[in-house]
């Protein structure tokens, strides 16, 4: 998980400097694209994890459905 972040870091430093350069729009939404692309599978996979957590602690005993009712409202946001 760390590694996509910092991957995505880089990639968004990147937009930065080609806005900085002033590079051609179409090379910008490109990237732009990609990093957009990454953020939602990085995101997806979070949210995945948060899902398998929870589920574990329901089959404990532990924890209730609110917590992944909340998570699913904020990623509709």
């Known amino acids: 998980m760390l590694n996509r972040l910092k991957r995505l870091e880089g990639q968004v430093r990147g937009l ?8 051609d729009c179409r090379e910008i939404l490109t990237l ?7 953020l ?3 995101g997806d996979i979070i949210f ?7 589920q574990a602690d329901l089959a404990k005993g532990q924890g209730d459905t ?5 998570a699913v ?4 946001r």
Not at 73 to 76: A, K
């Open 73 to 76: 409202r904020l990623l509709r």
């Open 48 to 54: 995945e994890t948060y899902l398998e957590e929870c």
């Open 16 to 23: 930065q400097k080609m806005v900085e350069e002033g590079r």
């Open 32 to 38: 732009l694209s990609g990093v957009r692309s990454a």
């Open 66 to 70: 609110r917590g992944i009712v909340e």
């Open 40 to 42: 939602e599978a990085t």
